[in-house]
Structure formats: C-alpha cells, structure tokens
C-alpha cells in the first residue's frame, strides 16, 4: 500500500502561483494512476488533474485547462501540480491520490474507490 504527503500549499494573491508536490512512500508509483482532488467548503471534492505512472495521458478539469499542469518525477516518487494564474475560486484543499493499476480516464469518477489519499493541503488564494 502507498502512502501520500501532500506539501506546498499557502496562501498567494490572484494571478501567482503555487507547486503542490505529493510525495510517495511504501510502493513505486509505476504500479498507479494519481489525481489531485480539491475541496472548498461546502462543495464536493472533485478531480482537479490526472495523470499516468509514465507521465504519457493527462487530464484537466475545465476550469483549470490552460492554468494548472501535473507531471510525475518516478525517479523521485513523486506528482507535482504547477498552478499559475491562481483565482480565488482555486481556493480549497487540495489532495492526491493513487489509484493502483488505474487509468486516467475512469481516476476522475472514482474518487470514492481510490486505494490512498494523502491527507490535504491548502491552498489560499486572496483576491
């Protein structure tokens, strides 16, 4: 089983931007799929980014198309979220999460059947 430490989360005006890094231990990444999830008060957690082991598929929300990138670094067990021009609707807890032998394209709808999360970090954006 793997587990996930979120970082780099804090508090950023609109239009700058954060690196959320999730870190893994206890297994190589190269046997999931990993999303990061974000959850703003009184809203549902939703899939926010996804990517496979090989960095090869992707996928972004609509509202972050073109402002958030994911990429994996396997050497370092770890999933990175670059977020630019931050709005303060970004504002949430965001989380990772791994879901074994997944696939980019079911990860998004199975957040209620991934096998580990991390525990959150937050994100803040001022406006």
Avoid at 26 to 51: N, T
Avoid at 58 to 72: A, H, L, N
């Amino acid at each position: 089983q793997v587990q996930l430490g979120e970082s780099g989360g804090g508090l950023v005006q609109a239009g700058g931007s954060l690196r959320l890094s999730c870190a893994a231990s206890g297994r190589a990444l190269s046997d999931y799929a990993m999303g990061w999830f974000r959850q703003a008060p009184g809203k549902e957690r939703e899939c926010v980014a996804a990517i496979s082991w090989s960095g090869d598929e992707s996928y972004y929300t609509g509202s972050v198309k073109g402002r958030f990138t994911i990429y994996i670094d396997n050497a370092k067990n770890t999933v990175y979220l670059q977020m630019n021009s931050l709005k303060p609707e970004d504002t949430a807890v965001y989380y990772c999460a791994a879901d074994f032998y997944g696939s980019v394209a079911t990860l998004p709808a199975r957040r209620n059947a991934l096998d580990a999360w991390g525990p959150g970090t937050l994100v803040t954006v001022s406006s």
